[in-house]
C-alpha cells in the first residue's frame, strides 16, 4: 500500500511524470552512451546501420502486434502466420510459379489465417490469447504437413524484384529499414487519423462500452487480425529476401517473445486502449541496441534469452506498479 | 374427458420431462462432454490402430501418463483460480536437469534427492505466485516470461553438465524402481499418478484451502470481499503447480536419465490442451481432478495415435490446435448458454384437472358465498412488519410474527401497539408454533427449521432430511419450509412447499403445479429428520387435529385439505376432507370450537384452471415470455374459513373490498379474537369472533394448563 502512495505522489509531481515510454527511452540512450563508449566498433556506422537493419523486421512485426494490443488483444500465431505462409510462397516459386501469383497465394494464405483468428475470437468468443496460441501451433502442423516439404526453404536463384526487399540499398539506407519506417508513417497515420484507428483505442479502452456505442467489433476485430497477418507476411518477405531462406523453426524459438517485448517495453500497455507508433519505435531501439551489444560482447544465445525474459519481466513489474491491480474492479477472467 | 385429454394426461403422468432440467443443472453435466470425447476417442483410436491397447503398448502409454498427469494437473489447479501457468514445461525439465544433476553427479540418495528437486520446482512456482498472486501481474504473459526464463536457464546448465550426466549413472534400486518399476504389472509413476488425482481431488472439494482457490476462479472480487486471502491462495496455487512439475520431471529423470534440451518443449500447449479439453474453464471456477484425468488421457491418446499411424511432424501440433480451438469454443459456449437451455427446461408444468370451482357469488347457496365481514379488521402494525405469514400468541399473550427481513416481531399483550425485534433469523420466517415448554419454533425459508428459546436464543433444529432414493436434484437440503405444527409426543411436522424452487421463484413451482411438496417430520428426541409424505402439490398449512392423533394439510394449487394419521389405528393414512375449494388454501389452525380455520390465499380463476389442464401451453410460456407475463394465481382476494373434522364448511369471512386487509395467509383465533397474517401485507388484521369462547387460546388448547 505505502509503495502505491509514494507511487501516486510521484505522479502528482508534474515536473517528474515519468512515463514508462520516457524512461525505456532514457534506457536505451544510457546504454547506447555505454556501449559506444566501452564496446569497439559499436558506434561505428556500419555497426549502427547493422543494428538497424537487425531490428527493423522486428520493429515491423512490433507494430503489427501493436495493433491488436492496443485494441486488447494479442497474436501468439504472428509468428507462425509470417513462417508458414512466406515458407509457401517460396515453395510455389520454386515449384515454378511466377514470384507475383506465388506471392499472392501466400498473401491470401496469411489474410486467411488472420481473418480465421479474428472469426474466432469475434464470433466464436474465444479469448484471444488462447485463439491465437492454438492457432500458432495450428498452423505450424498444417503448413510442415501440407504445404512445405522442409524446415527450411531457400530463396530461388533468381527472386526479381523481390530479392531487392532484402538487400538493397536506397541512399546507403538498408531496404528493411525503409520498409519499417514506411510501415510506421503508415501505422500512425491509420491509428490518428481513420475512424478504424480511433476505433482500435475505443475497442481497447472498453471493449462493452464500445459495442454499446455502435462500434462495430467484431467486424473490427476481422479486420484487425487480417491486418496483423499482412504485415506480418512482409515482415516475412523482408526475412527470407534478408537471410536467403524461411527458416519455419523460428516457430518454436522466443521470436514471438521479442515481439511482445518490444511492445510491452515500449509501454503499450497489454490492457488496451493506449501507446501507439513512438512506444514501439523505442522498444525497438532499446531491443535493437540491447541484442547488438549483447553480440559484441559475444554473449551467448541462451544467456541472451535469459536476460531478455528479465528486462521483460522487470517491464512487467514496471507496469503492475505504475498500474496496481484493484480487487474490486479487475475483471474477471482476465487472464 | 376427451381423448385428448386423456392422451395429455398420461403423457405427463408417464414422460417425466422434469428430469431433462433436473440432469442440466447437476454440476456434474459438464463432464458429460468430455467424457463422450474420451469413449469416441478410446474406440476410433482402438479400431484403427490394431493392438493399440496391447498390454505393452498399454505399458508405456500408462506410464507417459503418469508424468503428463502431473503436468495437467499443475496445470489444472492455477486453472481453477483463475490463471494460468505456461512455464510447466520449462520447469518440467528444470526439475528433470535437477533430478539427474542430484542423483548422478552429486550422487544423493533418492529419498533427499527427490524432495530438493521437488523444492527447486516449488521456488519457479514461488517466483511465479509473487509476481501474479502479489503483485498482480497477468498470469499469462508473466508464466510466458518465466517459460523463457526457465528454459533459458536450463540450457545454459545443461551445455555445462549434460555431458557429465550422461557418462554418470546412479545405483540406487529405488531410483530404477521409480522409473521403470511395475508393481502388480502397473507401472509405479501411473500408480503415484492415481493417488495424485485422489489427493487433488479431496483437496479441490474436501480442504479448506481447496475451496478456497476454487472460490477465487468462481469469482475473485466475491473472495476478497468475504475476506478469503485472494493474493496468499493464489500464490500457493502457483506454488503447489510448481512442486507438481517438479514430481513429474523426477519420474522422466528416472524413466529416461536423458539430459536432452529437448524436454518438455510445448508441453505447455499439451496441458492446457488437455486440461481444457477436460472441461476446466479459462478463467478459473470449474475443473476438477476428474476433468484434469479425462482431459490428459484424450491428449495422451490422440499424440501417441498419431505417432503410431506414421504422420510427419507437423500432425501433432496440427491436431493439438485443432482440438484446444475446438474445445475452447465448445467450453465458452457451453458456459454462455447453459443457463439460458436450463432456464427454457427446467420449468416443466404438470397436468392438473381440478374439481368444479363452488359458487362464491353473494347471496348464492354455497358455504362460500361472498359477504363482507372482514371489512372493519383492526389493524395491528401497520407500516411497521412487512410480511407477516404467520401469527401466534405465546402463554402470556404476546404476539409473535415473522418478517421477511428475517426477523421474529413481538407485540406485547394486551394491546399489541409497538413492534419489537424478538429475534433475527436471517431468512423469511414462515410457519410459527409454541412447543411444550415453550420455545417458538421456526419454518424459515431457505433454511429450514428452527427453535427460539423464551430468552430469544435460536437454535436450528434441523435444515435437512433423508435424500429420496434416484431424485437427481439433492433434495436432501430444505428449500422452502412452509408450515408447521407440533405433535403432542413432541414431534414436528412440517411443510416443504416445493423441491425444485426456492421461496423467490415459487410462482414457478404455481405454473408447474406438480407434487414438488412433502411433508417432513423431526424427532426432537432422537434428533433425526424424515420424509413423511411425498410428491404434494404445493403442500402448505399443517394443523394438529383435536385427537393429536392426525394433522390436517392443505396442498395450495390442488385446492385441497387432507388429514394425515401418525398414530393410532389409522396411522399412515391420509384421506381427503376438502377436494374442491374455491380457492388456494394456505395455513390452518384450530378454532376455540373443535372446529379449524382455513385461509384462502387467492381464488380460483377459470383461465388458471384451465391452464392447469394444458401443461403444453403453460411450457410454451414458460419458454417464450418474461417471468412477470406467467399466467399466475389469483393472490388478491382471498378469505377466511372455518369447516369440521368432516370436511362440512360452516362460515366465510370476507373482506370485498380488499382495502383493508387484502391478503390473507394465516389467521389465529385467541381470546374471542381473530388475528390475520398476509405474507404480502404490512399489517395485521384483528376480528372480533361474536360467538368465540373469549378464554380460549391456543396454548391452552395444545399444552393445557391455565389461561
Known sequence: ?335 | MSVQETLTRWRNKYIPDHVVGEILSKNWIDNMVPFLALVVTIVVFGQVIPDFYSLSSMSDTTRQLGEFMFIVMAMMIVMVGGGIDLSVGSNYALGNFVALYLMNLVGLPVGVAMPLVVVACALVGLLNGILIGYLGLRAFITTLVTLIIVRALVDMLLLQYAVDISMAMPESMIWEYIGIGSPMGIPFSFLLAVALVIVVHLFLSRTRPGWHIMAIGGSRKSAYNVGIPVRRMVCISYVISGALCGVAGALFAARLNSAGSDTGIGLEIMALTAAVVGGNSLGGGRGSATKALMGAVIVLLITNGLVRLGFQSGAAPLALGIILLAAIAIDVRWLKNRYKLLAKVYVSPAYLALPPCPATDPGADSPYAQNDKLRDVRLIGLGEVEGPEDVIFDRDGHLYTGTRFGDIVRFRAPDYDTPEIFAHTGGHPLGLAFDREGNLLVCVAGMGLYLITPDAEIRKMTDETNRTPWSIIDDSRLKLADDLDVAPDGRVFFSEATIRYGMSNWAYDALESRGNGRIICYDPATNRTRTVLRNLIFPNGICMAHDGQSFFFAETWACRISRYWFAGDKAGTVENVIDNLPGYPDNINRASDGSYWLALVGMRTPSMDLALKMPGFRRRMARRISPQELIFPNINTGCVLKFDEAGKVLDTLWDLSGENHPMITSMREHKGYLYLGGLLNNRIGKYKLDDADPEWTGVASYWGGAK
Open chain 1, 1 to 335: 500500500m505505502s509503495n502505491n502512495t509514494v507511487l501516486s505522489r510521484f505522479s502528482k509531481m508534474q515536473w517528474l511524470s515519468l512515463t514508462q515510454e520516457k524512461i525505456v527511452f532514457l534506457l536505451a540512450v544510457v546504454l547506447f552512451v555505454t556501449f559506444s563508449l566501452t564496446l569497439n566498433g559499436f558506434a561505428s556506422v556500419d555497426n549502427l546501420l547493422g543494428l538497424l537493419y537487425n531490428v527493423s523486421v522486428l520493429g515491423v512485426l512490433g507494430l503489427a502486434m501493436a495493433l491488436v494490443v492496443i485494441g486488447r488483444g494479442i497474436d501468439l500465431s504472428l509468428i507462425a502466420t509470417m513462417a508458414i505462409s512466406v515458407a509457401w510462397s517460396l515453395t510455389l516459386i520454386r515449384g515454378g510459379l511466377s514470384v507475383e501469383m506465388a506471392l499472392l497465394y501466400g498473401m491470401l494464405l496469411a489474410v486467411g489465417i488472420g481473418v480465421l483468428n479474428g472469426w474466432l475470437i469475434a464470433y466464436a468468443e474465444i479469448p484471444a490469447l488462447f485463439c491465437t496460441l492454438a492457432m500458432g501451433t495450428l498452423v505450424y502442423g498444417f503448413g510442415r504437413i501440407a504445404l512445405i516439404p522442409a524446415d527450411v526453404i531457400y530463396m530461388p536463384a533468381d527472386p526479381g524484384w523481390f530479392g531487392a526487399l532484402g538487400q538493397g540499398e536506397v541512399f546507403g539506407i538498408p531496404a528493411p529499414v525503409i520498409v519499417f519506417v514506411l510501415f510506421a508513417l503508415a501505422a500512425t497515420l491509420v491509428l490518428r487519423y481513420t475512424r478504424f484507428g480511433r476505433y482500435t483505442y475505443y475497442m481497447g479502452d472498453n471493449y462493452h462500452a464500445a459495442r454499446i456505442t455502435g462500434v462495430p467489433t467484431r467486424p473490427m476485430l476481422v479486420t484487425q487480425y487480417g491486418v496483423v497477418a499482412l504485415i506480418g507476411f512482409v515482415a516475412g518477405l523482408v526475412t527470407a529476401a534478408s537471410v536467403d531462406s524461411m527458416n519455419t523453426r523460428i516457430v518454436n524459438s522466443t521470436m514471438i517473445y521479442d515481439v511482445i517485448l518490444v511492445v510491452v517495453l515500449g509501454g503499450i500497455g497489454l490492457s488496451g486502449g493506449k501507446g501507439g507508433v513512438r512506444n514501439v519505435v523505442v522498444g525497438t531501439m532499446l531491443i535493437g541496441i540491447l541484442l547488438n551489444g549483447m553480440t559484441i560482447m559475444n554473449i551467448e544465445y541462451t544467456v541472451q534469452n535469459f536476460i531478455k525474459g528479465a528486462i521483460l519481466l522487470a517491464a512487467l513489474i514496471f507496469d503492475s506498479l505504475i498500474n496496481p491491480r484493484d480487487e474490486q474492479t479487475a475483471q474477471q477472467g482476465d487472464i
